[in-house]
């Protein structure tokens, strides 16, 4: 079953925008990890926080976790078209993989 | 300078055909995978190579066989490719398992 699952799983929102969206996992983790698709496009890294991190930004980007909570949220700020993309969360635990979630649709319109 | 690369980006075949789909890393990372994305965008890990060494070979039909000549590839050979084949799959590599991963631009294969 999927350890990590993202909620909303879409988002429709104006530029200028923010775009919240928010991931559930069920086990211990070492890490989390945020990743955006552009349609037809591979997987690209965004941001990696750490079990014992509670929050941790990049650009417009701000990642939270709540290990107690099980659960992460990524904000990003200020969006953009261009950031338009499929959004996973994918988590590292002790089963020596990354799982990922299903993914958050974010459209960011004009 | 493509960080990961793959070939073919589309694949179209017949079912019972062998393929192979290739994958290299110019960032002198020492893991490599394989991932397949479904219709559904459902990302599930398919094997793991630590330095040529298989790390992870998950529940994956025996038609699949993945072979890493060296750290820099890692391909893909399916062999009598069925319908439920049909999906996009990435290549990816990391420094070290837990850390970021870096995709390939995947391919996209289709069972006719």
């Known amino acids: 079953s999927q350890q990590g699952e993202e909620d909303p799983q879409a988002l429709s929102i104006q530029e200028g925008e923010n775009a919240t969206m928010n991931c559930s996992y069920k086990?211990?983790?070492?890490?989390l990890q945020w990743y955006r698709q552009n349609s037809g496009r591979g997987l690209v890294h965004l941001i990696l926080?750490?079990?014992?991190?509670r929050e941790k930004h990049s650009g417009r980007l701000r990642v939270t976790l709540d290990t107690s909570k099980k659960s992460s949220s990524l904000l990003i700020t200020a969006s953009r078209a261009a950031d338009t993309a499929s959004y996973f969360c994918?988590?590292?635990?002790?089963?020596?993989?990354?799982?990922f979630g299903a993914g958050t649709q974010v459209v960011v319109t004009p | 300078d493509t960080a990961v690369s793959q070939t073919p980006k589309y694949l179209v075949t017949q079912m019972g055909n062998d393929k192979s789909i290739k994958c290299e890393q110019n960032?002198?990372?020492?893991?490599m995978y394989w991932y397949k994305q479904d219709s559904k965008k459902f990302l599930k890990i398919m094997f793991s190579?630590?330095?040529?060494?298989?790390?992870i070979n998950e529940t994956v039909p025996n038609r699949f066989s993945p072979k890493s000549p060296d750290k820099a590839h890692l391909n893909l050979h399916i062999n009598s490719l069925e319908l439920g084949d049909s999906a996009v799959y990435f290549c990816?590599?990391?420094?070290?398992?837990?850390?970021?991963?870096?995709f390939g631009p995947g391919t996209r294969l289709t069972v006719l």
């Open positions: 960032l002198g990372h020492d893991t």
């Open positions: 190579y630590n330095n040529k060494e298989l790390i």
């Open positions: 086990t211990s983790i070492n890490n």
């Open positions: 926080i750490r079990s014992n991190e």
């Open positions: 990816a590599s990391s420094s070290l398992p837990l850390h970021e991963q870096f």
């Open positions: 994918a988590t590292w635990g002790s089963w020596g993989k990354l799982q």
